[in-house]
């Protein structure tokens, strides 16, 4: 095993604080910085709906595909080598999708950022785990969820005024001075570690999984838009003979990429399939509402910002208190209240209109932050609960993964949702009449009510099950 050098020094432990802090605050402001001036950047390069997604779609893609991978390679002993190479990565990238001179630029860019990303996520929180003492390790961990929701929180914000003041490649470019603070407090503090163990991981499982997911959600983006073309006839062939590869590749190696025995799980497997539903539901209403705001309402960016800011910091407000109150009646009522919130939340979007105001949006809103205050920790814990403690690393490991694969199918379909119910497929934002936006808008809304119900469904019937384990109620 690698040799692990704590940090006892109160300046190196500040230090490393910092570099915590930053690495995840960075990864919550991309999250969600970008979705707001996604209409600009549509308008600037001519785009459909379609097409912006991908600038989003293609940042979680590739955090989804590299997240495991770079999570083994840090635990290894090689963090020092991750974390440094991931603020280099993000910043590198951010910069180069600030000079995008095309789509196809700043889509290759966005997947650099993404790859830098993986690294910031996987290393960060490992982090604290490596190198604090005991008595203040919980501390350093809770840093990791202040700088995530944080950064998510000033997001949108921060990307309506860049935007709206100076233009959208501001909100790449303000990434690169803390990216280069963060590379330089890292080098300084993040110790050497003699690594002794050289652990093994499924690097073909890894590649044969990002491709099966890359070719399946551009062929469930390009059909609503483009037909059923001789490429995407390609794609989803590649796609579905990449899932039967990956099904018999990770029977066969010792140490799999995804353990094919955790879906023999009946609780497991509907918890995270009503994880993985509420993340993409989540991202999917994080990638339309600002064109809605624009579109219908007549926002610029910096007021759609404000807007997504309700978000954020109902999240930011409540999670801690939501946090606690799941620590004291278990995970049960607070599973079924978030899955709700996401049914709540297409509700409401799906019967506003233009004529209500803000009042409407502002309600449905609220209700999407309840989704990860009250599902933060305790969808958590309900997938511990599913599985013996000696297979808790593995669950936690899948749950992360379909955090950045949700985020990544959401952005997707709904894009493929709003081309369908548009009925205007390929048509640039800013050349969609507001009736036909209005027809994909609701189309999407109404499809994450019935998602959202669906899990809701199924957390009441892990509610009910009694062969658990104790974790948290």
């Not at 910092?18 to 001519?46: C, H, K, N, Q, Y």
């Not at 009449?433 to 959202?452: A, C, E």
């Not at 899990?455 to 062969?467: F, G, Q, T």
Request: proline share 4%; hydrophobic share 55%.
């Amino acid at each position: 095993m690698a040799v692990v050098m704590l940090l006892e020094d109160r300046r190196s432990q500040l230090m490393l604080f910092g570099v915590i802090a930053m690495g995840m605050f960075l990864d919550g402001l991309d999250g969600t910085i970008v979705t707001v001036a996604l209409p600009e950047i549509a308008r600037s390069f001519s785009m459909s709906a379609g097409e912006a997604s991908w600038i989003v779609t293609m940042y979680f893609l590739v955090m989804a595909g590299l997240i495991l991978v770079f999570g083994r390679i840090s635990d290894n002993g090689r963090i020092r080598a991750v974390i440094m190479a991931g603020f280099i990565g993000f910043t590198s990238g951010s910069f180069l999708c600030g000079v995008s001179w095309s789509y196809g630029s700043l889509i290759f860019f966005r997947a650099v950022q993404g790859l830098g990303a993986a690294m910031l996520a996987s290393s960060c929180l490992m982090l604290a785990v490596k190198f604090l003492p005991p008595k203040i390790l919980a501390f350093g961990m809770s840093l990791s969820v202040l700088g995530a929701s944080s950064g998510s929180a000033l997001g949108p914000v921060v990307g309506g005024v860049l935007t709206d003041t100076l233009s959208w490649h501001w909100i790449f470019f303000i990434n690169v001075p803390i990216g280069l603070i963060g590379l330089v407090l890292a080098a300084k503090v993040v110790p050497r570690m003699d690594v002794i163990q050289n652990g093994r991981f499924d690097y073909v499982g890894s590649a044969i999984l990002f491709i099966a997911i890359a070719t399946g959600l551009y062929s469930i983006e390009s059909i609503p838009s483009h037909g059923f073309t001789g490429l995407t006839a390609v794609t989803v062939s590649i796609s579905l003979v990449m899932l039967v590869v990956l099904i018999i590749w990770e029977r066969r190696v010792d140490d799999p990429v995804i353990r094919l025995d955790m879906f023999v799980r009946p609780g497991l497997v509907a918890v995270i399939l009503a994880f993985m539903l509420m993340n993409a539901c989540f991202m999917g209403l994080m990638y339309l509402l600002p064109f809605y705001f624009n579109v219908e309402l007549g926002m610029n960016t910096f007021e759609s910002g404000i807007m997504m800011l309700v978000q954020a910091a109902t999240t930011l407000v409540l999670c801690l208190f939501m946090g606690r109150a799941t620590d004291r009646m278990g995970w049960r009522p607070f599973v079924i209240a978030s899955c709700a919130c996401i049914a709540v939340s297409g509700a409401v979007f799906m019967v506003m209109e233009p004529s209500m105001g803000l009042f409407v949006p502002f309600i449905g809103l609220v209700f999407m932050g309840l989704v990860f205050a009250l599902g933060g920790g305790s969808f958590s814990a309900s997938s511990l609960a599913q599985v013996p403690p000696a297979d808790h690393g593995s669950t936690s490991s899948l749950m992360s993964f379909m955090i950045y694969f949700g985020a990544a199918l959401g952005t997707t379909v709904y894009s493929a949702l709003f081309n369908i119910g548009s009925g205007a497929p390929g048509v640039s934002i800013e050349h969609l009449p507001k009736d036909l936006f209005m027809d994909g808008f609701v189309f999407s809304m109404l499809v994450t009510l019935i998602l959202g119900i669906v899990s809701v469904l199924l957390m009441v019937w892990v509610s009910r099950r009694e062969d658990v384990h104790t974790i948290g109620g």
